[in-house]
């Protein structure tokens, strides 16, 4: 089955720095990659999401790259803002309506 | 609001227990996932179902089953409890299988096991 990395597992930088946040998957067959935000005590919600025949898909301050030969993607957020910090967590789906397979989660903290 | 519900919040039982936690998804959502969230181990797929029957069933032990209801809301059935099944267990639903939509998460039921 599928299996998703993720990359850091705990991430901390300055406000206005970047952030960037890396996974692979196994399954060859996947074609969908959301990333999902979690805050404290709150559920996950979703922030972005790329299928596979697109390389970049960007919204604002955040944007999330594909590669599919490597298959790896990753996110990547501009100019951090405190409210930023939250637990980051990329999924992987290799047909429509087939569960999400997680990675383990990158614990972003934003310090002012 | 994500227009999923779960149901309890919270729930306190002993080892050896059985407990039931349920899931109402979002009006019009036929696929209903369980997931289970433990501090080093991210989000776990559980088992999926749709429109009342089950479609995959991901790392979930014998001891735990689930059903969906012609209503289409679900229930996860956690039984013979171990400590080790203290966790944070996420229903979410998305709107059927003919294309990738976003799965929308429920608030969650935090079990703890004592």
């Known amino acids: 089955g599928e299996n998703v990395e993720q990359h850091p597992s705990t991430l901390s930088v300055q406000e206005g720095d970047s952030a960037v946040i890396k996974c692979t998957y196994s399954?060859?067959?996947?074609?969908?990659f959301p990333w999902y935000k979690q805050e404290l005590g709150k559920r996950p919600q979703l922030i972005i999401d790329?299928?596979?025949?697109?390389g970049e898909k960007k919204d604002q301050r955040i944007a999330v790259t594909l590669n599919k030969t490597a298959k790896h993607f990753s996110l990547h957020i501009t100019e951090t803002q405190p409210e930023d910090s939250a637990v980051y967590f990329c999924?992987?789906?290799?047909?429509?309506?087939?569960?999400?397979?997680f990675g383990k989660g990158t614990t972003l903290s934003v310090s002012s | 609001d994500s227009g999923v519900t779960q149901t309890p919040k919270h729930l306190i039982t002993a080892t050896g227990q059985r407990v039931t936690l349920r899931c109402s998804p979002r009006s019009g959502d036929l696929s209903v996932y369980w997931y289970q969230q433990s501090l080093d181990q991210g989000l776990q797929f559980l088992i999926q179902y749709y429109n009342g029957e089950e479609r995959a069933k991901g790392n979930i032990l014998e001891r735990f089953s689930a059903q969906q209801f012609p209503d289409l809301h679900s229930e996860l059935n956690l039984s013979s409890l171990e400590l080790g099944d203290s966790a944070l267990y996420f229903c979410?639903?998305?709107?059927?299988?003919?294309?990738?939509?976003?799965?929308?998460f429920g608030q969650g039921t935090r079990l703890t096991v004592v």
């Open positions: 999924a992987a789906s290799r047909k429509a309506g087939t569960a999400l397979i």
């Open positions: 790329i299928r596979s025949n697109v």
């Open positions: 979410a639903s998305s709107v059927d299988l003919t294309a990738h939509t976003e799965a929308f």
């Open positions: 399954d060859s067959a996947s074609n969908y």
